[in-house]
């Protein structure tokens, strides 16, 4: 990945600048608004180059080559004098060492205010807070099931008081052998099942 320099990150500002003036605030409003974040990034590119340039090292490594070609050892000092002394004494190279910049918080005050992206941030919070509203209208009818009239919802597991319903077998003949059998028959079944509705949750409403 190629980098850029400061006179390119300035150019690039100035031109992004430029392009937006082009396009209409209201009309482009895209293309308007997306150049503006165009300078915005630029100019925050800048400061934290600015920043970076002005840091001390926090420590400096001397490191030494064991002269195989693969191995060395990095040796740390607080005191750039002492990591000079350090390859003096053991050969090596000298590297300042910086930390890292403190991430920009979210609510950075330092950035420039521009109008157009406030609105745009106002915008989207709005588009946010009716999305939220839709969810929360979804998620109240998510428990409402749509039930056809002479229809009933009934569980997929039999409720304690649906199995109270359930009639007993009736005896029976059976008209082959003639022996007496346990058979459910088809009234015995429908006067369980109508029993069983009668018992079983009703929908939410």
Not at 116 to 128: C, G, K, L, N, T
Not at 143 to 152: F, S, T
Request: a negative charge.
């Amino acid at each position: 990945m190629s980098t850029i320099s400061n006179e390119q990150a300035k150019d690039l500002r100035n031109a992004f600048k430029c392009w937006q003036q082009d396009y209409d605030p209201v009309e482009d409003k895209e293309q308007y608004d997306m150049f503006g974040l165009g300078v915005v990034a630029m100019d925050e590119l800048l400061a934290l180059r600015k920043e970076r340039e002005r840091a001390e090292p926090a420590y400096y490594l001397n490191q030494i080559d064991y002269g195989d070609g693969e191995g060395f050892e990095l040796r740390a000092y607080f005191r750039e004098l002492d990591a000079m002394k350090s390859k003096d004494d053991f050969g090596g190279v000298v590297i300042p060492a910086y930390t890292a910049p403190p991430a920009p918080s979210i609510a950075d005050d330092s950035l420039p205010y521009d109008p157009q992206i406030a609105e745009y941030e106002q915008m989207m919070e709005a588009e946010q807070a009716q999305a939220d509203t839709t969810s929360q209208q979804f998620e109240s009818l998510a428990g409402k099931a749509v039930v056809p009239d002479g229809w009933k919802l009934v569980p997929v597991e039999l409720t304690k008081e649906m199995r109270g319903k359930i009639h007993p077998f009736a005896e029976a003949t059976c008209l082959n052998c003639g022996r007496q059998v346990v058979a459910d028959c088809e009234d015995n079944v429908t006067a369980s099942w109508n029993d069983m509705l009668a018992v079983a949750p009703e929908p939410c409403k």
